[in-house]
């Protein structure tokens, strides 16, 4: 998505830009070189994430190598986070751009097709005679409706077909209606580094006008999820959206991403809009732990959350952490306890990741909690997170044995999957999608879903 929004400031500025999503389409690195011997780019961009660096890196030195002329860019929040360290990776990196990058980009494009120089540019660190640059950083853009539809550029480069969300109605276009998060949650990377701590709206408008062109774009899509951080931070404006969906009679269904605290009329007025399902962070039952991480959140508002979104038949899918601040295996207990109690449709448990940039991370870095700072580690055998976070009385080893109990003890409920199969005779889509998912769920149920990569 970040890297689609960034196209479409590039092309509408007058670039040539290909957009490629390897992973999606099923290319391996020769792929990928033989697309860039046949563009011949001025200008390289690479999307990274924390676990994928050395891999990104590796990539960037493999562009370099076919075309050595070509500038590369690394993006993204690790690279935010850490540009000293990224440029001393490689020299074949030439520059990093933190942050929101839409325009950085299009500010480098633009300078080097004039042959110029990275200096100055805003929200870039770079290498020049041997030296990184800090550039100053870029101000978050404020009116984000200058930005294109992230789904025009979809329509134009990918297939929205590659992508899914396991608690999400396929296929599914993935969108923003804003940026960042004024909330203080320590473990959360991308307010941290990426979108800043404010959350910045698009108008109501520019949203609808997406939404209407979804539609017509895509009419075999079935959902439309709203990325941001968190959608419903202004409760009126989520009304005022509502309200404009209904008057528009789009009749699209779509997901956001929330916190458990929406009071009754607001999910009453989202699922007369078309909001299907809210991924919601409740991260734990303990109400000392939801303190610890900043959570301004209390317990008891979960529960009324639940509640009240139930009875607007809104569905729920739950995310909980193991792993932060405090965690004991009386504390794991008692969030599966909860999550076992709350009306969910779906629900999630992970160990903790900290990522740099994050107060989670500094944390654990500080207590000398953190198994390795060699980000090779970070990722399994199978290319699967590794849990890295070795807390007194709980190694990484019993996280991840403790999610799959979690798992279990969630799904594999007489309650829970009564209540599935009634929710399967209600839709034939829900009953192909829950026919789908149990056949390789319930496999993973089982034999675990984690592998712990040598220590």
Known sequence: MWLAYATGVLERAGFNVKLVDAPADGKDLQSVLDVVKDFRPGLVVLDTSTPSIHNDVQVTEAIKEVSRDVVA??????????????????????????????????????????????????????????????????????????????????????????????????????TVAGRGCPFQCTYCVYPQTFVGRKYRARGIDNVIDELQFVREAFPHVKEVMFEDDTLTVNRNRVRDLCAR??????????????????????????????????????????????????????VEKIRQFVADARKAKVLVHGCFMFGN??????TIRTTIELAKDLPLDTAQFFPLMVYPGTESYDWMRGNGYLRSEDFRQWLTPEG???????????????????????RRAFYLRPRYILAKLIQGLGSVQDAKKLMRSSRSFFRHLFLGTYKLGER
């Open 73 to 174: 860019i690394l993006v993204g929040p690790h690279v935010s986070a850490l540009p000293t360290e990224t440029l001393t990776m490689s020299t074949r990196i030439d520059a990093v751009a933190r942050g929101e990058y839409d325009f950085t980009i299009l500010d480098c494009a633009r300078r080097l097709s004039e042959g110029g120089s990275l200096a100055g540019i805003e929200g870039l660190t770079y290498r020049q005679n041997g030296e990184t640059i800090h550039n100053p950083a870029r101000p978050f853009i404020e009116d984000l409706d200058a930005l294109p539809f992230v789904s025009r550029v979809y329509k134009q480069h990918l297939n929205v077909g590659q992508y899914f969300y396991a608690h999400g109605r396929y296929p599914i276009v993935v």
């Open 325 to 330: 601040p405090g965690e004991t295996e009386q």
């Open 384 to 406: 699967l997170h590794n849990c890295m976070i070795d807390l007194p009385g709980l190694s990484a080893e019993r996280l991840v044995e403790w999610c799959d109990r979690a």
């Open 245 to 298: 969906i209904v008057e528009r009679r789009l009749n699209i269904e779509w997901s956001a991403n929330s916190r458990p605290d929406l009071d009754y009329e607001t999910l009453r007025m989202m699922k007369e809009a078309g909001c299907r399902l809210l991924c919601v962070g409740m991260e734990s039952g303990d109400q000392t732990i939801l303190d610890r991480i900043k959570k301004k959140m209390t």
